[in-house]
DNA sequence: TTAGCTGCAAATTATTTGCATTCCG
DNA sequence: CGGAATGCAAATAATTTGCAGCTAA
């Protein structure tokens, strides 16, 4: 999908929840579009937003980004060094969503699937216990790390 | 393993690399096995770390939360949520032995299956993440907690 | 004895918020 | 026009650090 269709379609999820595309936005958004490959913190998504709109304060990307990820167009990963990384949702699934964790770097990232149903199942007939909630995790290397294990 | 013993290793542990086993660190460590299905934040450790021990500093906590994770006997876990998580290191549980914790009386009991690995699979072809391990808990009602939810 | 540890308070860092003003639809 | 959105500065909240006194081995 070309950036000006991304964008007018990102604009039509803003109306449906009645919020606005500003040019602040865009250019946030813009600079998310340029780096679709890298995880970019909020200083360097403004530093970055900054070229595109100089007056553009800090705050108001954080604001953006907030608003973005509560509307899924944002994803937002935890590195566990202290700062937020984000990135353009390309998946759009969050139901079944478990967690991959990297023991190098530590980077979260989730998978999503619902063969977990069939063991609930199981749990259920077997045990005769009612599940209401689950947890999984896979603990591992992600694709960089495994380079230099 | 019993906590005695748990200990006693991880004080091993703390001598091979010299540092020492401190009543502080001691008491952490405790509150962590007091709470091994949950998820803490450095403050609940805190608190909970301070009936063990009341003269205990938060910077204590941190410190010791620290040195054990670079030791590999805590894990630190990132929600998103602005503040870290941290359990024991899960790698002693059993590959395919899974936990059903019952969200009334706490009873923790136990659940054999491998259908994981029919994920892990998953995981690895379409993520690129090469799976070591896995952490899988069911929440719920057990089978006496069902009668009177 | 002597590194390593500790508690406290102050410092740092990422993120959030209050508010007067501006702007999009 | 009117509710949203913004920039700025000040406020928070989690975590880290400096330091002088303490303690485990």
């Known amino acids: 999908m070309e950036q000006k269709t991304i964008l007018a379609d ?15 936005r865009e250019a946030v958004i813009r600079v998310l ?3 679709r490959q ?10 970055n937003t900054k070229e595109l709109f100089p007056e553009i304060g800090l705050a108001t990307v954080y604001r ?20 937020s990384r984000y990135e353009l949702n390309h998946q759009s699934e969050e139901h079944y969503h478990h967690h991959l964790i990297c023991l190098k770097c530590g980077a979260i990232s989730e998978f999503n699937d619902d063969l ?20 999984l995790r896979f603990f591992g290397y992600c694709a ?5 294990i």
């Open 33 to 35: 579009l340029q780096h």
């Open 116 to 135: 977990l149903e069939t063991i609930e199942n199981k749990v259920a007939s077997e045990s005769n216990f009612k599940v209401t909630d689950h947890c």
């Open 64 to 83: 953006s980004l907030e608003l973005l990820e509560k509307l899924n167009i944002v994803y937002k990963l935890e590195y566990g060094d202290g700062q």
């Open 38 to 47: 890298s995880h970019l913190s909020a200083e360097d998504i403004y530093q």
């Open 144 to 148: 960089v790390c495994q380079e230099d």
């Open 10 to 24: 990102i604009r039509q999820q803003l109306e449906t929840h009645e919020h606005r595309m500003t040019p602040q």
